[in-house]
């Protein structure tokens, strides 16, 4: 193995001497690259956002935006990765001193005034100006769409990035004023090349290592040797540990690159989502095939986490908040465990034991998520929480059920945040299952999904209030179904 290297705004920079902890986030700005700033070092704020160079969804390599403040450098051994500083002289014209087109419009309509959140906002902008598949997007309804530009700028991907003291508008108006890439721009270029190749990482200093295997046998047999190791993908919920209360960990073990965590398979009776995927692959490459997860998406955190938070680590962690659960048990999905002897699937309703416990024994990762097809056609996930994106649920329910003839066939409800694991709500399935679709039913069942669960009182939302949301919630499920019936 070779001494773990980044390339960064084009030039190789060596990884040592930075403990093994280190984040991208200082290993950048130690190398005097002060345009990724350190906001809330929890994913939550985007002034850290950097480019990095990742396989593509419609080209061999996508530019894709992720927090700095989470990754380890040692995550980015062998890959590209480019900052505020690096985007005028490597996109646009590659003219040391000239702006980028997106820094360019930034600057001309306002779209800064201190500056600190600046960088992070135009990283993130960058690489929605660089998505290969970004198009006109009409509003159907003839009007103005609030969410997506007339030169198809999606504004979710800057929901990742706050700004206390410019105001959004003029942010806004300078992503919707963006045009295409020139043909001459040599990152619009670098996206018709080969992602960088994934390689093995053995980092080790001060007594604790970093390591990343080429194949998913070897990783399991590491795991073995180390099962007290720490397992990361995309490092956003262990990167909240280590910064915010001082995780150290002796081990860490990456599997966000193994080819085998990495695979979506579409068959007759199932869907297979690798475990390493991240939630934006994911959400392309289904391209809306499972509409309960299209729904989950948007209002998982930001684009920014979503770009490196995957399935398997959001099961993994174990947290009853977790927003993928819910829809995962609507969906009876189950997990594929592998470990060095071989592979076992347990259905996700059997697989969490405990707050943040869980069936999966030392030495064992999640390999896979499945979820069995055919798909139920009523489906819904309602997130309760204080903003609409980019924030922690106090209640989240996700609903998938068949009504035939008017009569719900089958009923399946995953709860999250009203106890301590996400939970099918059975009594109110049962309470369903049978019995007419009607308002009479889903008010009998409403009351009986109120007293689901164990919820609590803390600082998102009350006990009685989260019951409330839960009832309420098959109230509003029941009123778009028939909203949609009758259009």
């Known amino acids: 193995m070779t001494a773990p290297r980044i390339t960064v705004n084009g030039t190789e920079a060596p990884i040592s001497p930075a403990a093994p902890h280190t984040t991208a986030l200082d290993f950048l700005r130690e190398r005097g690259l002060t345009g990724t700033k350190e906001g809330c070092a929890e994913g939550e704020c985007g002034a850290c956002a950097i480019l990095v160079a990742r396989p593509g969804t419609n080209e061999p390599t996508d530019w894709v935006a992720v927090n700095a403040c989470l990754l380890p450098a040692a995550a980015l051994d062998g890959q590209e990765v480019v900052t505020s500083e690096g985007l005028a002289t490597a996109g646009a014209s590659g003219t040391p001193g000239t702006l980028h087109p997106v820094q360019e419009e930034m600057a001309v309509r306002g779209g800064s005034q201190c500056g600190y959140c600046t960088p992070g906002f135009v990283c993130s902008m960058a690489a929605e100006y660089y998505r290969p598949d970004r198009c006109a997007h009409p509003d159907p309804a003839g009007g103005t769409d609030p969410e997506h530009g007339p030169n198809g700028f999606d504004l979710h991907a800057l929901s990742g990035n706050l700004c206390r003291c410019t105001g959004y508008r003029p942010i806004r108006d300078a992503a919707f004023a963006v045009g295409a890439p020139a043909d001459e721009d040599p990152l619009a270029r670098r996206r018709e090349q080969a992602p960088p190749v994934?390689?093995?990482?053995?980092?080790?200093?001060?007594?604790?290592?970093?390591?990343?295997?080429?194949?998913?046998?070897?990783?399991?047999?590491?795991?073995r040797e180390r099962p007290d190791a720490v397992v990361v993908a995309g490092s956003t919920d262990w990167g909240v540990e280590v910064n915010i209360r001082a995780r150290r960990a002796d081990c860490v073990i990456a599997v966000d690159r193994l080819p085998e965590l990495r695979e979506l398979r579409v068959g007759s009776d199932s869907i297979e989502i690798g475990a390493a995927l991240t939630l934006t692959e994911i959400e392309r490459r289904l391209d809306g095939r499972v509409p309960l997860l299209a729904e989950l998406f948007p209002q998982f955190a930001s684009r920014l986490i979503r770009n490196g938070a995957t399935l398997g680590g959001n099961l993994g962690t174990g947290s009853p908040i977790g927003d993928s659960p819910p829809v995962l048990l609507a969906l009876e999905a189950s997990v594929v465990l592998a470990d060095a002897d071989g592979e076992r699937q347990v259905p996700l309703a059997e697989y969490f034991t405990g707050y943040r416990q869980s069936v999966r024994r030392p030495g064992e990762l999640i390999r896979a998520v499945r979820v069995p097809l055919p798909l139920s056609p009523v489906a819904a996930f309602h997130k309760i929480a204080k903003r609409r994106f980019d924030d922690i649920s106090s209640v989240a329910v996700a609903f998938a059920l068949?009504?035939?003839?008017?009569?719900?066939?089958?009923?399946?409800?995953?709860l999250g945040g009203v106890a301590a694991t996400p939970i099918r709500a059975l009594t109110t399935e049962e309470a369903l299952e049978g019995r007419p679709w009607t308002a009479e039913t889903v008010e009998a069942a409403a009351r009986v999904l109120r007293t689901e669960g164990t919820p609590m009182n803390d600082q998102r939302a009350s006990a009685a209030y989260r019951s409330a949301m839960l009832g309420q919630s098959l109230v509003k499920l029941y009123a778009q179904t028939t909203e949609a019936v009758s259009s």
């Open 402 to 414: 068949d009504v035939e003839d008017g009569i719900v066939r089958s009923a399946r409800i995953g």
């Open 198 to 223: 994934p390689v093995a990482t053995e980092y080790v200093r001060g007594g604790s290592a970093f390591l990343r295997r080429n194949t998913l046998g070897e990783t399991l047999r590491l795991l």
